[in-house]
């Protein structure tokens, strides 16, 4: 397999890829690859000449105790049918991670269902999540100002909320006025919305899944506000006939515990370590660089 960086004259063959492994709903297909796709942070693997797997790096920086530490989120893992079961990803995550290594990046992290696909590779889960459930309840939005369209007053009121939540926490990702834009972008092509207080204290991100009013992210001052932002939400939920509100909540959101199971929703791996080591021996320092315990913030949206 020859493993090379995308060019433009790839991005059919990614785009291909792309709708094989996760389909290409719209309007997300459209909005990803105009918005998000690099060719430069796209790495392809190629057999007998055709596009056979591709992954795509996305740096991010985290502040870590204090300090600003650079990450890189592994996103777009993909193999194309006829080329699966040959180790194929396999052989381009480690060539993936070996850059990273020699790129100055100190972690990697990455969001999955197939747990033993990456521990072989040092990957192990260090963000955690807490499913919970809360019934849709009648109630006053008053106070919030609602949008599939954020403004850059929008997107300043968020950010300000974000800094505020994120102040005491650790591990969380550092967002520029761009990314913030991004980030929430993503979700609204969902068909969901962004909801502000007028007091700049809590934000709520949003969209309908099924039956259910599912909460992206939560953006909370303190832990008044969060009780403020959940009851919006659930009204909502019951506004627009939705039967619960879902959300994936941090571990160290300030709410009282629920019996949900607790959920791994980042893998991490460092990769500012000698990459001969075993799988073990990276997964222990892995969680030894992100020992942070409660104070590691897992954001919804990266």
């Not at 192990?124 to 809360?134: E, G």
Request: proline content about 6%; aromatic content about 10%.
């Amino acid at each position: 397999m020859i493993i090379r960086y995308a060019s433009a004259e790839d991005t059919p063959e990614v785009k291909a890829l792309w709708a094989q492994a996760f389909g290409d709903r719209q309007p997300y297909y459209d909005w990803y690859f105009r918005r998000v796709y690099r060719p430069e942070r796209t790495l392809l693997g190629f057999s007998d000449g055709a596009a056979a797997t591709m992954l795509q790096l996305a740096p991010r920086r985290l502040s870590l105790r204090g300090e600003p530490l650079n990450a890189c989120y592994i996103v777009g893992v993909a193999t194309a049918p006829a080329y699966r079961r040959r180790g194929y990803s396999h052989r381009l995550l480690r060539y993936a991670l070996g850059e990273l290594h020699h790129g100055n990046c100190a972690v990697a992290l990455l969001n999955t269902d197939l747990d033993g696909f990456y521990e072989p590779l040092g990957f192990t889960p260090c963000y955690t999540l807490r499913p919970l459930l809360f019934p849709a309840k009648a109630g006053e939005l008053g106070g919030w100002r609602e949008t599939r369209a954020p403004n850059d007053g929008f997107l300043s009121g968020c950010a300000a909320v974000y800094q505020r939540m994120t102040a005491a926490l650790d591990g969380y990702v550092l967002r520029s006025a761009g990314d913030l834009r991004r980030y929430i972008e993503d979700w609204l092509c969902d068909g969901g919305s962004l909801l502000l207080h007028q007091s700049a204290a809590a934000y709520l991100l949003w969209y309908a899944d099924g039956d259910y009013c599912r909460l992206v992210e939560a953006g909370y001052a303190d832990a008044a506000a969060l009780r403020m932002a959940l009851s919006a939400a659930q009204a909502v939920a019951a506004r627009d006939g939705l039967r619960q509100l879902l959300w994936n909540a941090p571990l160290n959101a300030p709410l009282p515990p629920q019996p949900q199971p607790l959920t791994a929703h980042l893998w991490a791996l460092r990769t500012d370590i000698e990459p001969e080591l075993a799988a073990a021996e990276k997964a222990a320092l892995t969680r030894e660089l992100l020992n942070a315990g409660t104070r590691l913030w897992a954001n919804e949206i990266c």
